[in-house]
């Protein structure tokens, strides 16, 4: 092989490999924004994650739920940007966050939600009570049967009351324990415990007996929304975006969006976004609750 012919090879090769590091540096460019967590907020963090891509082609938001615990876990971890959450953190995390990390972790508001108690559309029942409530799902409650309620409901054979509820590690799970049970209340053993928040709402629409509960953001025509009292002598407020927004529905709730420190660059580009008035659209689209 002549020198000529030596020198075009190497040539090809170093335009090749010139290339594949243009492309690898062209991948390496774009910006991956991690975020974890709540399964109430899922929908619409993936919602916010699609459309921040026509706003910012070269961020990229990886969403995947898990449960709020599982977001704040990743954040104590320091393996998440942004972790989502339905229910405030508690001391212990923001410690642990501390400890592990050397920053704060930092709440950001960014919707407003209520959590909706859903029933079998074929369910006569049309309200119901905080206590009602507590005592369906508490481990003392005693209210075992739709009859107990002064119902009977078509299609349940035995009138006997199936508690569809949200695994442990949920943020709904934990706010509407201590909301609805109260604080050194836990749940009664035998729920049928799910682990996301459409799942809820699925397993009720085919299950006459079933009650359970989940974000105002996955109200469907398949399953019945029950209005809510604080208690037998107040007043029944139904989940709307306006009772939730005043505080007025007994179950209403922010959700959050969990930084490690106060956010910089292309993550607070990112929160800046959502709580703008583009980002806040979609909150509504997603039927929850903007922040403003």
Same mark, same amino acid.
């Given at each position: 092989?002549?020198?000529?012919?030596?020198? %075009?090879?190497? *040539?090809? =090769?170093?335009?090749?490999?010139?290339?594949?590091?243009?492309?690898?540096?062209?991948? $390496?460019?774009?910006?991956?924004?991690?975020?974890?967590?709540?399964?109430?907020?899922?929908?619409? +963090?993936? *919602?916010?994650?699609?459309h921040y891509r026509t706003v910012k082609p070269g961020v990229a938001i990886a969403v995947s739920g898990g449960g709020s615990g599982t977001g704040i876990a990743a954040l104590i971890n320091g393996t998440v940007d942004i972790a989502n959450a339905s229910r405030e953190m508690h001391a212990e995390e923001k410690e642990q966050v501390r400890a592990h990390n050397g920053k704060?972790?930092?709440?950001?508001?960014?919707?407003? &939600?209520?959590?909706?108690?859903?029933? $079998?559309?074929?369910?006569?029942?049309? /309200?119901?009570?905080?206590?009602?409530?507590a005592c369906i799902y508490a481990e003392d409650g005693t209210c075992q049967s739709?009859? +107990?309620? %002064?119902?009977?409901?078509?299609?349940? !054979?035995?009138?006997?009351i199936i508690r569809v509820s949200r695994q442990s590690n949920s943020g709904t799970y934990e706010f509407f324990r201590d909301a609805v049970l109260g604080k050194?209340?836990?749940?009664?053993?035998?729920?049928?415990?799910?682990?996301?928040?459409? &799942?809820?709402?699925?397993?009720? !629409?085919k299950t006459p007996c079933a009650i359970g509960y989940s974000g105002m953001g996955y109200v469907t025509a398949d399953? /019945?929304?029950?209005?809510?009292?604080?208690? !037998? $002598?107040?007043?029944?407020?139904?989940?709307?975006?306006?009772? !939730?927004?005043?505080?007025?529905?007994?179950?209403?709730?922010?959700?959050?969006? =969990?930084?490690? %420190?106060?956010?910089?660059? &292309?993550?607070? %580009?990112?929160?800046?976004?959502?709580? $703008?008035?583009a980002g806040q659209q979609i909150v509504v689209q997603s039927g929850f609750v903007p922040v403003n």
């Amino acid at each position: 092989m002549n020198g000529m012919n030596r020198r %075009g090879i190497v *040539a090809v =090769l170093l335009v090749a490999a010139t290339a594949a590091a243009a492309c690898s540096r062209g991948d $390496s460019s774009r910006v991956l924004i991690q975020n974890k967590g709540s399964d109430t907020l899922v929908n619409l +963090a993936q *919602a916010w994650a699609e459309h921040y891509r026509t706003v910012k082609p070269g961020v990229a938001i990886a969403v995947s739920g898990g449960g709020s615990g599982t977001g704040i876990a990743a954040l104590i971890n320091g393996t998440v940007d942004i972790a989502n959450a339905s229910r405030e953190m508690h001391a212990e995390e923001k410690e642990q966050v501390r400890a592990h990390n050397g920053k704060d972790a930092i709440e950001h508001r960014v919707a407003r &939600d209520a959590i909706v108690v859903y029933i $079998s559309k074929s369910n006569p029942i049309a /309200k119901i009570n905080v206590a009602d409530l507590a005592c369906i799902y508490a481990e003392d409650g005693t209210c075992q049967s739709w009859t +107990a309620l %002064g119902v009977e409901v078509p299609g349940c !054979a035995d009138q006997k009351i199936i508690r569809v509820s949200r695994q442990s590690n949920s943020g709904t799970y934990e706010f509407f324990r201590d909301a609805v049970l109260g604080k050194g209340r836990d749940f009664k053993l035998g729920s049928r415990d799910m682990q996301g928040s459409k &799942d809820v709402v699925d397993l009720v !629409a085919k299950t006459p007996c079933a009650i359970g509960y989940s974000g105002m953001g996955y109200v469907t025509a398949d399953v /019945k929304v029950l209005c809510l009292a604080k208690d !037998a $002598s107040s007043p029944c407020v139904a989940p709307t975006p306006e009772s !939730a927004k005043s505080g007025e529905y007994p179950l209403s709730r922010w959700l959050y969006m =969990l930084t490690l %420190g106060e956010p910089q660059g &292309d993550v607070k %580009g990112y929160l800046d976004w959502i709580l $703008s008035p583009a980002g806040q659209q979609i909150v509504v689209q997603s039927g929850f609750v903007p922040v403003n």
